[in-house]
């Protein structure tokens, strides 16, 4: 794809281009060679299509899981405080 292409691209899908901008790494592989742009479109799109993507779902979990950590602490110090009481 030349730079051109990939401009129209990213004005025709604007989801697409928030996506490239959530890694930095995507950004730069664009600009330094825009045909990957082309891959990475294909990529977006069996993504969006419902393919799973084991990198998000995997980081999801773990901020899930940190989540339900800290609040299950804070949980046993309230049990403990009221078993004080």
Excluded: C
């Excluded at 479109?41 to 979990?61: A, E, H, M, P, V």
Aim: net charge positive; charged share 45%; proline share 2%.
């Amino acid at each position: 794809m030349k730079r051109k292409e990939v401009k129209r691209l990213l004005k025709e899908h604007p989801e697409f281009e928030s996506w490239l901008r959530e890694d930095d790494t995507r950004v730069k592989s664009v600009r330094s060679n825009p045909s990957t742009a082309e891959d990475l479109f294909k990529k977006w799109n069996d993504r969006k299509k419902g393919r799973l993507d084991f990198d998000s779902i995997s980081q999801k979990t773990k901020r899930a899981s940190e989540m339900l950590n800290g609040v299950q602490s804070i949980m046993d110090r309230v049990a403990e405080y009221t078993k004080k009481m």
